[in-house]
């Protein structure tokens, strides 16, 4: 992902393979995941250390991604980590190489949501 474009999107975050899970939803993916990373969010995410995204949806409408958010909220772990598995058998972090951190010149994506 060369720019940092705004989406919304449902996503998990992870702190390792099969570890603590995140479920949330935003309408800009870059900006929160970076949040999640610098540990700005007090709470669950930051308290377990869920600084990995490893699945997100994009949508075309908050609604959409409201309602997934809400049903995947729901759902047992093992369906969770289904999801996962399926589009993520890694585990790989999918913002690895979303925020040139070396670069001087870069600054991190602001969240309007």
Excluded at 9 to 21: K, S, V
Aim: charged content about 25%; overall charge positive; hydrophobic content about 40%.
């Amino acid at each position: 992902m060369g720019t940092h474009r705004t989406f919304i999107a449902t996503y998990i975050m992870a702190n390792r393979r099969n570890g603590a899970l995140y479920t949330g939803m935003t309408a800009n993916l870059v900006a929160r995941v970076w949040k999640h990373r610098t540990g700005v969010y007090e709470g669950f995410s930051k308290q377990h250390g869920c600084t990995r995204l490893v699945w997100f949806e994009r949508f075309a409408w908050v609604v959409e991604a409201i309602r997934r958010e809400k049903q995947i909220k729901e759902w047992k772990r093992d369906w969770k980590l289904a999801l996962i598995e399926r589009s993520n058998p890694d585990w790989l972090d999918l913002a690895a190489d979303w925020y040139p951190e070396t670069d001087p010149n870069w600054v991190p994506p602001a969240e309007q949501d």
